[in-house]
Each structure stands twice: as C-alpha cells, then as structure tokens.
C-alpha cells in the first residue's frame, strides 16, 4: 500500500469546508465588525471595547498607515506587544489596510529583532513602550521607516490611563530609556487616521496576511508565509469542529496565551471574531494572582493554553476562585497535554481539556479530539475537515497503522513556504507536496493520531529510541512532581543516556524516589540515569518546556 490517508471527522463534522467560498481575512473582520457592532469584543484591565469602537479605532489606525506613511499593498508592518488592547486593534488595521503583519515575540533580544525585521523587510513597527529600547539599538540597520509606540494605558481612558503609564514609567521602572527621534504615539496615530478617509487596498485570497515566524528554537527563526487563504481557512475548519458546541454571540473567551504566537492568533483572536464572542486578554499569565482575579467573576466558556498553564493554575491557591459554571471547553495545545494535569482539570472544573495539534506552518490547528471526548486519550485527535494526514518512514513510505514515523500533513491551511528561503522550504516537504512535521506519531484503525515525540528530541541509547515524552508524562504522575523534562546527554557505554530534570512539588522528593518510580512505570533502557532538581524550568514565553536550552547547559 503506497498510500495511507485519512478523511476522518467526528459525527457532527461531515462535510470538508469550501474552499472556493473562503472569504480573506480582510472581509471576514470588515464582517463581524458591522454584524457585532454592540457586543464586546475584547477586555483587558478592567477596559471592555466593543466590535463598533474597534471598528472606529482600526479604521483610523488602517487609514494612518497607508495615507500619512504611504505604505503600498504587502508592505509588511511588525507588531510587538503583549496581551493588551492594542494588539487586537494593531493586528486588525493591518489586514483591514490590505498589508501583512509580522508578529514579534516583545521578549526578543536585540539579536532576535534585528534578524526577523531585517529578514521580514517590515517597513513599520507598532511596539509597546517597555521594549521600545531594543528596537531603537537596531532599528538603523533595519529597513523600519515608521514607529508608532504605544503605552499600556493608552486605551483604558481617563485618568486611570494616564495613572497606569505613570507608574509603569516612573515607580515601576518598567520602560527602559530609549531613543527613537521619528516615532509617533499610539494615540497620536490613530487621532491623525481619523481626520481621513480610509481606503483599503484589496486583496487577493493567496496574498500574504502574515510572516509568522518560527519560535527559533532551532537555529535562525524562519517566517512562514501564510496567506489570506491559509488563516481564513483554519478559522473555517475550527469553526465546523466547534458546530453544535459554541453559538455566535454568546461566547466569552480566555485569552492568556500571546495574541503574536500562532494558537492564540486563530483560535483566540480570529475564530471568536468570526463568532462574535468575547475575548478576555491577560497580558501577563504568569501573573497568576492577578490572573485569575481577572477571570474569578467572569462568565467564560473556554479557555485555551498550554500543558504548563493548566498545571500552575490548578497547583495555585486560589484556584478555587475561579467559577467554571459556564465553561463548555478547554482547549490544550502548543506541547503535549499530559494525562495527570488533563484528569486533574476534568476532576476539579467538570470539564475535559481537549488536546489539539498544530504547527505555525499549519496556522495552526491540524487535528484535534472530538468534543465529547469524555477522558483522556492520550492522542491528538483526528484530522480537522479538509486535512489528510498520513505517517511517512525515513524513506518517505507510507506506513501501515499503528506504526510510528513522521506525521506528513496536506490541507488548505498549510504555509505555500518560508519567506525568501526556497531552501528550508523545500526541506520542509516531500516530493509529493506533503508537510513534514518533525513529529514521530502512530495512527490507529480509527484514525486517531498519536504523538510519540519530536524527531529531533529522540534520545538513541544502545540503539533504542527513548522519546522524552513518554519518559516525562510517566514521572509527572508521581504526586511530588511538579513539572520535568527530559533530554539525551551523551554516554560513553549507550551513546546517550536519559537525563530528568525536575521541579519538585514536595520538597521531600529524592533522586531514589525518582529512580524507584521510574522503574517501576519504564523499561530498563528508559530509567534515567541522571536526575536534576531545579528551581524552574526553562520555558518560551508561552509556557512551552525548552528542552533545548536544558541540552545546551551539556556543552558549556
């Protein structure tokens, strides 16, 4: 059999999307923002703005950049900033205005900027005040022309705006001294659009709408190209997959992951744009105080995040502050869900934490579990509508099911590429057009798909695969763990031997204990042979685990 496939979709999902109907991004927003125009669209710090005001600001911010910086169709404008009101209005104007954006990690070093403004060619950069001082020591060897700096309080009104950027700036400290002579504010800019009609420039459904960059965990971040086409697409798949599950105008969602990270882009921001529902944006989720008296009193009836997320908040004291009456979803994606926090969730909120799977280069959603999934499955799901999925040997054969390989994906939601780098793209498939993921998984009879680890995390000792996955979702189910990670390091008698690190929940937890356990859940070979305990974990700014830094401490 040379081919393996599969069109496999929950009962209430029956049909693939049409593609010839897909409207671009930039008429879906022009859509909801005049069908909800008295809903609220997005909170954050106490401030609600409804789709009619967003409406009002993006059209000016839209008209800003193309009629007083004469940007031209495709010109690519970065925006950096967390989860604040002006990320949504940022990301908004500039698929209203016709052009594409370029999401910036704000965390990034001057290293990082440089390399993704430079790489992108972005002409503008809307950027939160706090990381202004990184772009002003790059911005000359880029080809920025236009900066508009925003404040965080610039949009929560009155006199509680003004008091929020006062004590960020001069008690907090927050904002680090900066130098950028041409930069025009935030409000500034949007007072200036105001004064002019805007005029959008049109597009075509396969133009670019974003360079999405890769989080650059392996070697030079590289920009997927995903077009009109790609995006409006996966927001139509969810969209089917949610049929029967979530209502237009009545949703109100959690939204703590970065609005700049691919998930919470479609799933948080765009796909509750199209529904009409609410989106509650938490501009510092590691904050968990302040977190989750954000979210205590709201009615929300999903939340999205990933593994690390979930886990905090339910090892956090005032969890139980929070009122899951009207949840109807939580949506775990962007790392593997592991069954301890997954049971856990359901057992405490009454509600499954459904895994779903997804790359940048995906945009992102690519399989997820049906929504009555009732406990825990351990897979990814099934493919979402229009998506075929298959498991490919080094060889690029397809595999018969319940054998592992690479999880190759075709769909209308996949990247055409990565900008200008004809090279990695085509690296990044197979001669028949199939995406490769990087990801070992199984898929079974049913055509469930089930992740077995990334290919480049594999750890070979004495010849056998150990994948940190399974190594990891085992000692998290001992009850003094907390969080761990596992990774290869190198071995003179097995090549590689399995290395744990660990953040204790019980400070009593011993290496024995770990060991003991370990063998008693894992196969010889699999047992670490080293155990690390740490205070903390490093993580990317959405709370994804990185083994790579863990490697990296091997070498030095």
Same mark, same amino acid.
């Given at each position: ?6 069109k496999?979709?929950? *009962?209430?999902v ?6 010839? +109907?897909?409207p ?5 927003? #022009?859509s909801? =923002? ?20 967003i409406?009002?600001?993006t ?8 009629n007083?910086?004469?940007?031209k ?21 500039v ?7 370029v999401?910036?990690?704000?965390l ?14 972005a ?9 202004a001082?990184v ?12 900066t508009?700096?925003?404040k965080i309080g ?34 500034? %800019? ?7 009609? @805007?005029k959008?420039?049109?597009? %075509? ?8 960059y890769?989080?650059g ?11 009109h086409k ?18 237009? #105008? ?6 703590a ?28 989720p ?10 205590a ?9 990933v ?10 004291? +005032?969890?139980? &502050?929070?009122?899951?009456s009207?949840l ?7 790392? %593997? ?21 997804? =790359? ?7 399989c997820i579990?049906p ?25 690029n054969?397809?595999?018969a099911? +319940?054998?592992?390989g ?9 990247m ?15 001669? +028949?057009?199939?995406l ?12 469930y ?10 750890i ?7 994948y ?17 990670? *596992?990774i ?17 929940k ?10 003991? @356990? ?5 196969t010889?070979y699999?047992v670490? &042979?080293h155990?690390? @305990?740490?205070? #903390?974990?490093? &993580? ?8 790579r ?8």
């Amino acid at each position: 059999m040379d081919k393996i496939w599969l069109k496999n979709y929950p *009962a209430q999902v029956n049909h693939e999307i049409n593609e010839k +109907d897909l409207p671009s991004l930039q008429e879906l927003v #022009e859509s909801s =923002l005049n069908r909800f125009s008295s809903l609220p669209a997005y909170t954050c710090m106490g401030k609600t703005l409804s789709f009619e005001e967003i409406n009002h600001l993006t059209s000016a911010l839209g008209s800003y950049l193309i009629n007083e910086l004469k940007l031209k169709a495709g010109d690519r404008v970065g925006i950096m900033m967390p989860n604040v009101l002006q990320n949504p209005i940022s990301i908004l104007s500039v698929i209203r205005a016709g052009l594409v954006v370029v999401n910036i990690n704000p965390l990034y070093t001057e290293r990082e900027l440089k390399h993704q403004l430079k790489d992108s060619g972005a002409k503008a950069i809307i950027i939160l005040e706090n990381f202004a001082h990184v772009l002003s020591s790059v911005v000359e060897e880029t080809q920025v022309k236009h900066t508009i700096i925003t404040k965080i309080g610039d949009l929560l009104g009155g006199i509680k705006g003004s008091i929020v950027n006062f004590v960020i700036k001069n008690i907090k400290k927050m904002v680090p001294k900066y130098n950028i002579p041409s930069a025009i504010g935030f409000n500034a %800019a949007i007072a200036s659009g105001k004064n002019q009609k @805007f005029k959008s420039y049109t597009v %075509a459904i396969e133009d670019p709408a974003f360079l999405q960059y890769t989080g650059g965990t392996t070697g030079v971040s590289k920009g997927a190209v995903l077009s009109h086409k790609n995006i409006s697409a996966n927001v139509s798949q969810a969209s089917s997959w949610l049929t029967g599950y979530l209502e237009e #105008e009545k949703e109100v969602v959690i939204t703590a992951l970065p609005l700049y990270h691919i998930f919470s882009l479609t799933a948080n921001c765009l796909l509750f744009l199209k529904l009409g529902g609410h989106n509650i944006l938490i501009p510092n989720p590691k904050d968990l105080p302040t977190f989750i008296k954000s979210i205590a009193k709201t009615h929300f009836t999903v939340i999205t995040g990933v593994n690390t997320l979930y886990n905090a908040l339910m090892n956090h004291p +005032d969890f139980n &502050k929070i009122d899951f009456s009207a949840l109807k979803i939580s949506l775990g994606g962007g790392m %593997a869900v592991q069954e301890t926090v997954a049971k856990k969730w359901k057992q405490l909120t009454k509600t499954p934490l459904i895994e779903a799977y997804g =790359l940048t280069e995906t945009s992102p959603a690519a399989c997820i579990n049906p929504l009555n999934i009732k406990d825990y499955n351990g897979s990814i799901g099934l493919p979402l509508p229009s998506t075929l999925a298959t498991i490919r040997d080094e060889n690029n054969h397809a595999l018969a099911h +319940d054998q592992r390989g690479e999880l190759c994906l075709k769909g209308p939601q996949v990247m055409s590429g990565y900008w200008k780098n004809d090279e990695e793209t085509r690296k990044s498939f197979t001669e +028949d057009g199939w995406l490769r993921t990087g990801d070992i998984a199984i898929m079974d009879k049913e055509g469930y798909i089930t992740l077995v680890d990334r290919k480049k995390d594999m750890i070979l000792v004495s010849g056998f695969n150990v994948y940190p996955n399974e190594v990891e979702d085992v000692i998290s189910k001992h009850p003094k763990v907390f969080e761990v990670a *596992a990774i290869g390091v190198p071995s003179e008698k097995s090549g590689e031997e399995v290395k744990v690190c660990i953040v204790k929940k019980d400070p009593s937890l011993s290496k024995d204990e770990v060991l003991s @356990f370990s063998r008693e859940h894992l196969t010889g070979y699999k047992v670490p &042979k080293h155990v690390d @305990f740490r205070e #903390e974990l490093p &993580k990317t700014n959405v709370g994804k685990i990185l083994r790579r830094s863990l490697k990296e401490e091997q070498l030095h």
